[in-house]
């Protein structure tokens, strides 16, 4: 089983529309929680962590659900300017950080 | 300030030959770690070095080595080059460790043939 799972998508919405994404890890013990962006041939940039209680920042808002060990990112009023690759990130054994495969979000017009 | 900087850029190797990848950490940071990222795959994890010692190592062969030296900086080292090797390497950095904020450079992208 892979240490962090992504629906790879691609997600296709229009502008406007609310769109989350889930990620499911596999260890129980994993304490850090994050959201990358990555923008097509560029390097992935921190988005936002994701604490126990679930935090927003704007029009973006992260939950953790220890007890499914998933984490989900919601992005509300969609923006041309959201299409990326959404990668989940969870730090794992030896305390080390380790991606999904990334899930392709693309806003229409 | 300069971000990560990673060299070279761009590299073509045949099968068989070695490759050294290069990376400069942010100043101040003393964690580094490498991330393979294969098109349409997200990063995955190669080696992570906190204070010159290696913290973690993905399950890669051992062909794959890195180093940190005093001033913080980097190098990754493919040994045997393989057709599946070809990937764009990137270097990430921190201040507190690898579960931290990770700052990554633009990467080195390796083409194998």
């Known amino acids: 089983r892979k240490e962090v799972e992504q629906d790879p998508g691609p997600f296709n919405v229009p502008e406007g529309a609310t769109v989350a994404f889930n990620c499911t890890y596999s260890n129980s013990a994993s304490q850090s929680f994050f959201w990358y962006r990555q923008d097509c041939r560029k390097e992935p940039k921190l988005l936002m962590s994701?604490?126990?209680s679930g935090n927003e920042d704007g029009r973006f808002t992260a939950q953790l659900n220890r007890a499914s060990q998933y984490i989900s990112l919601l992005i509300r009023d969609s923006k041309l300017s959201d299409s990326a690759t959404y990668l989940c990130?969870?730090?794992?054994?030896?305390?080390?950080?380790?991606f999904g495969t990334g899930t392709r979000l693309t806003v229409i017009p | 300030d300069a971000g990560v900087t990673q060299s070279p850029t761009h590299l073509i190797k045949t099968r068989g030959q070695h490759v050294t990848l290069r990376c400069s950490p942010i100043s101040g940071h003393k964690s580094v770690s490498w991330y393979q990222q294969v098109l349409g795959q997200g990063p995955q994890f190669i080696f992570q070095?906190?204070?010159?010692?290696?913290?973690g190592r993905g399950n890669f062969p051992d062909r794959f080595s890195a180093r940190q030296f005093p001033n913080y900086s980097s190098e990754l080292n493919v040994n045997a080059l393989l057709l599946g090797d070809s990937a764009l390497y990137l270097c990430?950095?921190?201040?507190?460790?690898?579960?931290?904020?990770?700052?990554f450079g633009e990467g080195s992208r390796l083409t194998v043939l």
């Open positions: 990130v969870v730090n794992t054994r030896a305390n080390n950080l380790f």
């Open positions: 994701v604490y126990s």
């Open positions: 070095y906190y204070e010159k010692e290696e913290r």
């Open positions: 990430a950095s921190s201040f507190q460790g690898p579960t931290g904020e990770l700052f």
